[in-house]
C-alpha cells in the first residue's frame, strides 16, 4: 500500500496535532502516512493519489484559510471526482459551519467524504477528538 498522505494548514498548531494524530492512527493499522503542508504539494499531485487526508480550521468568517488552502481547494475540486477525502480541522467560537460547506463542495466535485463527515475539534484537539483522528486514519489506511 503506498504511502497515505496527509495535507495540513495550521496557523496556530491545532490542525497540525489533529493531522498528527491522523497519520498515527494510519501507521497503527499497518499504513505508512506522509504528513506534509498544503504549500509542498500541488492540487494536480493531490489529485492523483486515490485516497487523501485534508486538514485546515476555520478561519475568516466560517471560511477556509483564504490565501493557500482556498485556491487550492478550489483547483483540487475539478480534478477529484472519484477520489476519497478525509477532513478534518479546528474551530474556535463556530458551529462547524465551514468544515459542513467543504464536505458538500467535495462532495459536489465528485469525491466521497471517508467516515461520512469531517472530524472536528473545538480549539486544542482533547481526548476525544484525537481519537476520532486516530479512528480516521484507520479507516483511510483501509480505504
Ligand atoms: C483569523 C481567524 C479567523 C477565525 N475564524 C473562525 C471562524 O470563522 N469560526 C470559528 O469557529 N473559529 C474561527 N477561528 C478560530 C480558529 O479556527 C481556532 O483558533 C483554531 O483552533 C485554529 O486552528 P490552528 O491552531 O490549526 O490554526 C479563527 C481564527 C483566526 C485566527
Known amino acids: 500500500m503506498s504511502k ?7 496557523g496556530s498548531g491545532n ?6 494524530a491522523v ?14 503542508s498544503f504549500s509542498s504539494i ?19 468568517a466560517e471560511v477556509l484559510e483564504e490565501s493557500i488552502v482556498e485556491p487550492f481547494m ?20 463556530g458551529d462547524g459551519q465551514w468544515m459542513r460547506d467543504w464536505q458538500d463542495r467535495l462532495v459536489a466535485a ?8 469531517g472530524v472536528i475539534a ?7 477528538a484525537i481519537s476520532q483522528c486516530e479512528e480516521l486514519g484507520r479507516m483511510l489506511a483501509q480505504a
Open 74 to 93: 478550489a483547483d483540487y475540486e475539478t480534478k477529484c471526482s472519484g477520489k476519497k477525502v478525509a477532513l478534518f480541522g479546528s474551530y474556535g467560537w
Open 23 to 36: 497519520a498515527n492512527g494510519i501507521t497503527g493499522a499497518g499504513g505508512e502516512a506522509e504528513v506534509a
Open 110 to 117: 465528485g469525491a466521497s467524504i471517508i467516515g461520512g463527515e
Open 15 to 20: 490542525t497540525q496535532a489533529m493531522a498528527d
Open 122 to 128: 473545538n480549539n486544542a484537539p482533547d481526548d476525544d
Open 4 to 10: 497515505v498522505k496527509v495535507i495540513f494548514w495550521s
Open 42 to 60: 500541488s492540487p494536480a499531485d493531490a489529485a492523483s493519489e486515490s485516497v487523501i487526508a485534508f486538514g485546515c480550521p476555520a478561519m475568516g
